[in-house]
Nanobody, 117 residues
Framework: QVQLVESGGGWVQAGGSLTLSCAASGISFSLSVIDWYRQAPGKQREWVGNINIGSNPYTVYTNSVRGRFTIARDNAKNMAYLQMNSLKTEDTAVYYC?????????WGQGTQVTVSS
């Protein structure tokens, strides 16, 4: 059974930091590209960034978070992370991780991040 479980969301003041975690099971994690998405109230789901596979995986970010967010992975723990710094109120959203595998793409249930001014 494939499971992706996000955690680490919460409430933070603007300018603060949060680190989200994505725990994966039931997949070949090291062979999976991990994406992070977010969905703000009343808006479509937005791609945040991803981390690729390999011994030195490269990361790609959407413009609005580049330089503030960092995606990392720990294949030994089947974990991915989204470190978010200099948070803005517009970063408020439910954040999701997804894993793209040879069997398809799987999603977590999301974790809420609320940034207050």
């Amino acid at each position: 059974q494939v499971q992706l479980v996000e955690s680490g969301g919460g409430w933070v003041q603007a300018g603060g930091s949060l680190t989200l975690s994505c725990a994966a099971s039931g997949i070949s994690f090291s062979l999976s590209v991990i994406d992070w998405y977010r969905q703000a109230p009343g808006k479509q789901r937005e791609w945040v960034g991803n981390i690729n596979i390999g011994s030195n995986p490269y990361t790609v970010y959407t413009n609005s978070v580049r330089g503030r967010f960092t995606i990392a992975r720990d294949n030994a723990k089947n974990m991915a992370y989204l470190q978010m710094n200099s948070l803005k109120t517009e970063d408020t959203a439910v954040y999701y991780c997804s894993a793209s595998t040879s069997r398809g793409t799987f999603w977590g249930q999301g974790t809420q991040v609320t940034v207050s001014s």
